[in-house]
């Protein structure tokens, strides 16, 4: 088949090529109605302009959008501000951005269909983006996969999705490790708190190609259990949200249990302030009744009451990477094939656990 | 005088009226060195473009930029995230722009300068921003005046600068509000850290017209002791900035002094976090031993140990009216003159304060 040009989606729409080319280039010089019209054509026909072409003629605008599809910087329920993660990720994007002259240009409560499509698109095609850093909760992404069939610079954040250009941590080994520490430490009862678990993945596959942190982090804990010989339990497992109430909810719940836990592993650090509130209302000693692990290695950590032990995650370092690797497609300096970094994370020990044995 | 035209900046920059006419409307269409010379001669005449004659044909690009002025939305020492309230302001910011369907564009790092006017500037003339919500830390910003001074829709968030449409928190009550608590808890001896202050304001005025949020919540302070005649004793006042490091080390610098302090107000409530640690550290019983008082009731006061008093800041509801404030703007519905919007605050006392008598 011909490669589709202007002319057919021109055709098609019922306007002159001279029409869909100010489309492309200057929509805001086309009337919203005919604009529209021709949107639905190149739709239709899955047309992909020529943005080789086009970046040729066009000076940087200097200026990064990341987008977070399904997801949120702030928290839509409250009306008190929390850090969130996506806030927090935002920060060292931000610093990443600034770090090499360009500005962030954010957007949240993406959903995953046509809708973002055209609005991501045409922010590139009006020149007032030269890449993406998107934020994903699902693997082979319908809007990255179309902007990358257009030639439009994106890279993932947080997510090891082998179809695109990513920047991720290792959730999986992170989580194993958290494990090894308090089996050292003599703890065999250990309990984990979830993040949010799609409806499907209650049952999370241990062979699943692409993960999301939360099953990432879920299966380096059965992978832990696993290898010290440790007892897995329905009712040493809670499902988390991420939040401070969540950890604390968890925590109270995981504390009824018949056999109560001798150690409580949670999902990100907030949940791990909960909980640490949650086994101080009890009256539990924390490490001696029980031991509190958070992941992220947030600021606050050595403020909590015990200081907290958690998962570094070097956010800055993988935001500089995530930034580098898409000005290297922008500028044409980037390798064929993908880029895909995988950064190591560490433990960090402070007094929420017991001194290993 | 007659009123300066294009023809002027084109006579003075060498060029045709017509290149002037497209540096302003399109200026990524022109060599960078032809628009550094329109630029030049535009800053030289101090030439302000007609930008109401300009909005008419321009279509909304639903985008507002966020722009600190010396200030950052992260912490630039530290390889490891926390909450800023930047960052905070932000997080609300971006509510509220999703919530009329706006995208926020925005910049760090931003100096006081005529880079940073020209950078805005930019923003306007190329149709890339709509109107600017800009955090200060000075009065009398000069960049935003060169902007309102072109007709650019800009509004300020955080200080209560007469010269500018503002939202602001009413910081001086608040932080008398607090010395009222704690004076009618029995406290005596009450102790405060201050947010950064400008070096030439150690002495801070109390007649002075504009104060910064740190500045202000130190007046209140003061005000409070008057009110219930207490004394102020300059080793019960310690200089903090913002951070969790900060005010551990101010209340261990304060429980230093010849007589402890029986509480420690501190102007934001990551200083009250570090506070908690460093009076837990030091063996003291909070709020038996000592009092402790934050500022801006974020989500995790009620999972510190104790749960931290602290003064609520409607961050969302700031927000969501600086952005109507600026959309009125932008959409020529304001009336005439300035809207300024001073937002009660309250306190909300939890388990770190006395109960009052």
Chains 1, 2 share one sequence.
């Not at 015990?306 to 580098?324: D, F, G, I, Q, W």
Request: glycine residues 6%; hydrophobic residues 40%; aromatic residues 6%.
């Amino acid at each position: 088949m011909a490669r589709l040009t202007i002319k057919d989606v021109a055709k098609m729409a019922g306007v002159s090529f001279q029409t869909v080319s100010l489309v492309l280039n200057h929509p805001e010089k086309v009337a919203p109605k005919t604009r529209e019209l021709v949107q639905a054509a190149i739709n239709a026909l899955n047309f992909i302009p020529n943005v080789a072409a086009r970046s040729l003629r066009n000076i940087s605008t200097k200026t990064l959008a990341c987008v977070m599809f399904n997801g949120s910087s702030y928290d839509e329920r409250s009306e008190r501000i929390q850090d969130t993660h996506y806030n927090n990720v935002l920060q060292a994007l931000t610093r990443a951005a600034d770090r090499v002259g360009y500005t962030l240009l954010q957007r949240n409560l993406m959903s995953d269909d046509a809708a973002s499509l055209a609005y991501v698109r045409d922010l590139f095609l009006a020149g007032r983006i030269d890449g993406l850093i998107a934020m994903v909760t699902v693997a082979g992404h319908p809007v990255l996969s179309e902007l990358q069939r257009m030639g439009f610079p994106c890279v993932i954040y947080g997510m090891a999705d082998p179809q695109f250009h990513h920047v991720a941590q290792s959730d999986r080994l992170a989580a194993l490790s958290v494990v090894d520490h308090l089996a050292q430490a003599g703890c065999r009862r250990i309990a984990f708190v979830t993040g949010p678990l799609k409806e499907h993945s209650s049952e999370v596959m241990r062979d699943q190609a692409v993960t999301t942190s939360s099953e990432a982090r879920y299966l380096g804990y059965l992978d832990g259990l696993d290898k010290h010989g440790l007892p897995l339990r329905s009712e040493w497992v809670a499902s988390g949200d991420w939040s401070l109430d969540g950890g604390y909810r968890a925590a109270k719940q995981l504390c009824s249990a018949r056999q109560r836990p001798d150690a409580i592993f949670l999902g990100n650090d907030r949940m791990a302030l909960g909980a640490l509130k949650a086994l101080h209302d009890l009256g539990l000693h924390v490490p001696g009744d029980i031991s509190v692990v958070g992941f992220d290695n947030m600021r606050y950590d050595d403020f909590s009451i015990p200081s907290l032990t958690s998962v570094n995650v070097p956010m800055y370092e993988m935001s500089e990477h995530a930034v580098r690797i898409l000005l290297d497609c922008i500028e044409k300096r980037a390798p064929a094939g993908l880029v895909q970094r995988i950064f190591p994370t560490s433990l960090v020990v402070r007094d929420s656990t017991r001194v290993p044995n």
